[in-house]
């Protein structure tokens, strides 16, 4: 059984330009968190994704922006990358409209280094 | 969304029982609380999760109050690979859309 696979699981990037990271959620799950992780810290609330549609989000400006594919996979954009962007992006994936007893699954992570 | 205080870090040796207690004391009535535990550079992983009383799986127990304003999380017996970030989360799970929320978290170190 497959779980939350994030892609790539390194990148580094230069001020000013774009990313897109990947989360294919688990199977059966249908909706998909993305997170945010400086070094030391807790993750930090990005958005969540349900049915093709931003339904909760963070804090966090509108340079963060995402999609979701009718098979739940989902993809991260961030433009106009600051240093302070550097951290490590995880991506959850979740049973949305029914109760997650067994929480979220996580992948591994996208560890951006923005140079 | 709930507020949680948990220890920054704690030790412990190896073979011994450790606790570690998170307050909420503004815990809604429908919340649940979870706790997830991190390696580094890996994503969060759902340990074990409650509403009241006590709650034991194969990994942790779960101890919580009548009054619901903390809970414990016990694990028995740590070997250094339970060294590891440890999260107490609170939140809202009937279905719909769970917007979980983390911490600092306690770090606990195994010592051999």
């Given amino acids: 059984d497959a779980g939350v696979t994030q892609s790539p699981t390194h990148l580094i990037k230069t001020r000013g330009q774009q990313v897109t990271l990947r989360c294919s959620p688990k199977s059966g799950h249908d909706t998909v968190s993305w997170y945010q992780q400086a070094l030391g810290q807790g993750p930090q609330f990005i958005f969540q994704y349900y049915e093709e549609e931003e339904r909760q989000r963070g804090n966090f400006p509108d340079r963060f922006s995402g999609h979701q594919f009718p098979n739940y996979s989902s993809e991260l954009n961030v433009n106009a990358l600051l240093l302070g962007d550097s951290a490590l992006y995880l991506c959850a994936s979740s049973t949305g409209q029914q109760p997650s007893y067994y929480g979220y699954t996580f992948g591994s992570g996208t560890r951006l280094t923005v140079v | 969304l709930a507020k949680t ?108």
């Fill in chain 2, 5 to 112: 205080t948990q220890p920054i870090s704690m030790d412990s040796y190896e073979g011994q029982e450790v606790n570690i207690t998170c307050s909420h004391n503004n815990i809604a009535t429908n919340d649940y609380i979870t706790w997830y535990q991190q390696f580094p550079s890996q994503g969060p992983r759902f340990i074990i999760q409650g509403y009241k009383t006590k709650v034991t799986n194969e990994v942790a127990s779960l101890f919580i109050p009548a009054d619901r304003k903390s809970s414990t999380l016990s694990l028995p017996r740590v070997s250094l690979s339970d060294t590891a970030v440890y999260y107490c989360l609170v939140g809202a799970n009937s279905g719909g859309y769970q917007k979980v929320t983390f911490g600092i978290g306690t770090k606990l170190q195994v010592i051999p």
